[in-house]
């Protein structure tokens, strides 16, 4: 229980403001007349009258050019690399792929028959390679083979 328990914790906070005083005695305060080598000189030699300092105006929009040239080019660089993310989802089991529009079997109206089995909807659906049957799994837990 000792840990929760504070004695006054005011002991730091005067040593702190002791130390804080002791700083402030020891530092000098430069006089004017001694100034350095840099300050003397005035502005740097290598600045020429001829060049202009750009506004804030277009320095703004030079930052958004480069800003912009930069997404872009994150993008067309994701772009390239699409295809190790489909790799990756395969890896895992999460890849999904629209297989309904390409399978090439012929339904006919008169064999498509309407069967409620499943209460909730369906999670996965595989088709055998063939096209002739297909397994359907769904949230309830209930698994169906359909030929």
Same mark, same amino acid.
């Given at each position: 229980?000792?840990?929760?328990?504070?004695?006054?914790?005011?002991?730091?906070?005067?040593?702190? =403001? !002791?130390?804080?005083? @002791?700083?402030?005695?020891?530092?000098?305060?430069? &006089?004017?007349?001694?100034?350095?080598? $840099? #300050?003397?000189?005035?502005?740097?030699?290598?600045?020429?009258?001829?060049?202009?300092?750009?506004?804030?105006?277009? =320095? !703004?929009?030079?930052? @958004?050019?480069?800003?912009?040239?930069?997404?872009? &080019?994150?993008?067309?660089?994701?772009? $390239? #690399?699409?295809?190790?993310?489909?790799?990756?989802?395969?890896?895992?089991?999460?890849?999904?792929?629209?297989?309904?529009?390409?399978?090439?079997?012929?339904?006919?109206?008169?064999?498509?028959?309407?069967?409620?089995?499943?209460?909730?909807?369906?999670?996965?659906?595989?088709?055998?390679?063939?096209?002739?049957?297909?397994?359907?799994?769904?949230?309830?837990?209930?698994?169906?083979?359909?030929?």
């Amino acid at each position: 229980m000792a840990f929760f328990v504070r004695d006054g914790g005011r002991k730091s906070n005067l040593n702190l =403001k !002791r130390r804080k005083r @002791a700083i402030d005695k020891e530092e000098e305060i430069a &006089s004017d007349s001694e100034l350095s080598a $840099d #300050e003397a000189e005035g502005p740097a030699p290598d600045a020429s009258d001829d060049e202009e300092e750009e506004s804030a105006q277009a =320095k !703004r929009f030079r930052l @958004a050019k480069q800003l912009l040239t930069a997404v872009e &080019s994150q993008q067309v660089d994701q772009e $390239d #690399e699409g295809g190790h993310d489909a790799d990756a989802l395969e890896k895992l089991g999460r890849l999904h792929r629209k297989v309904a529009d390409t399978l090439s079997t012929p339904i006919s109206s008169d064999a498509v028959q309407k069967i409620r089995v499943h209460q909730f909807p369906p999670t996965c659906v595989a088709v055998t390679s063939d096209g002739k049957c297909f397994v359907a799994a769904s949230k309830d837990g209930s698994t169906v083979k359909c030929q």
